[in-house]
């Protein structure tokens, strides 16, 4: 998926100094189910976070094509940087979703290997690490995209509503019409463990 791998290119530059294991690459796993409305990300023994991964929660974002909004936690809200969007296009919503997971990957998996990562609070799961990890996604991979939302912009501090949790369904052809924007070329999928399965090559 472009999004992870832009995350991870970005994450790996000198300057930003997260020391990522030389060959780390995040285990990437999506559900379709109409029925979970969260992603996660970070690392763990399961099969996805085994090394640092994520699961991300799809269909509530792409069903039908619709503009979404995207809410983050209470405490991070309301920064210019990595708080809340307005409604803007799916695609964007989604490479939001994928960051804020990403960086939780990335903060497990740097944790406590390096000076800089012993001081940072990289522990806590939306604490201060996690937070520098997201801004840098965020800064480079999502906000630029606002520029372009079809949607009408909103200032960074005003409140977004709280959106209630729906039930959600998504066709086949809307998962095949997701990936094919997201991976930036027609997508054929004729079984829907296809798609997992497409975005680990």
Same mark, same amino acid.
């Given at each position: 998926?472009?999004?992870?791998?832009? /995350?991870?290119?970005?994450?790996?530059?000198?300057?930003?100094?997260?020391?990522?294991?030389?060959?780390?690459?995040?285990?990437?796993?999506?559900?379709?189910?109409?029925?979970?409305?969260? &992603?996660?990300?970070?690392?763990?023994?399961?099969?996805?976070?085994?090394?640092?991964?994520?699961?991300?929660?799809?269909?509530?974002?792409?069903?039908?094509?619709?503009?979404?909004?995207?809410?983050?936690?209470?405490?991070?809200?309301?920064?210019? #940087? #990595?708080?809340?969007?307005?409604?803007?296009?799916?695609?964007?919503?989604?490479?939001?979703?994928?960051?804020?997971?990403?960086?939780?990957?990335?903060?497990?998996?740097?944790?406590?290997?390096? !000076?800089? /990562?012993?001081?940072?609070?990289?522990?806590?799961?939306?604490?201060?690490?996690?937070?520098?990890?997201?801004?840098?996604?965020?800064?480079?991979?999502?906000?630029?995209?606002? !520029?372009?939302?079809?949607?009408?912009?909103?200032?960074?501090?005003?409140? #977004?509503?709280?959106?209630?949790?729906?039930?959600?369904?998504?066709?086949?052809?809307?998962?095949?019409?997701?990936?094919?924007?997201?991976?930036?070329?027609?997508?054929?999928?004729?079984?829907?463990? &296809?798609?997992?399965?497409? #975005?680990?090559?």
């Amino acid at each position: 998926m472009a999004t992870v791998k832009a /995350c991870v290119r970005i994450a790996r530059r000198k300057d930003n100094e997260l020391p990522l294991p030389a060959a780390w690459f995040p285990n990437v796993k999506i559900s379709w189910s109409a029925g979970r409305n969260r &992603s996660r990300g970070g690392k763990g023994a399961s099969s996805v976070y085994a090394g640092g991964g994520i699961s991300l929660a799809l269909a509530q974002h792409v069903a039908g094509g619709q503009d979404r909004t995207f809410n983050e936690y209470s405490h991070v809200a309301d920064s210019p #940087i #990595i708080g809340s969007l307005p409604k803007t296009r799916w695609q964007t919503v989604v490479a939001a979703v994928t960051c804020h997971e990403i960086a939780h990957a990335i903060q497990f998996v740097v944790r406590g290997r390096s !000076a800089r /990562c012993r001081k940072v609070d990289f522990k806590t799961a939306h604490g201060r690490g996690w937070q520098q990890v997201y801004a840098l996604l965020r800064r480079e991979i999502v906000n630029p995209l606002l !520029a372009v939302s079809s949607s009408i912009h909103m200032p960074a501090s005003a409140p #977004i509503p709280a959106v209630a949790p729906t039930m959600v369904s998504i066709s086949r052809a809307d998962k095949i019409k997701a990936f094919s924007k997201l991976l930036g070329f027609a997508v054929d999928v004729r079984l829907e463990h &296809s798609v997992n399965r497409l #975005i680990h090559k």
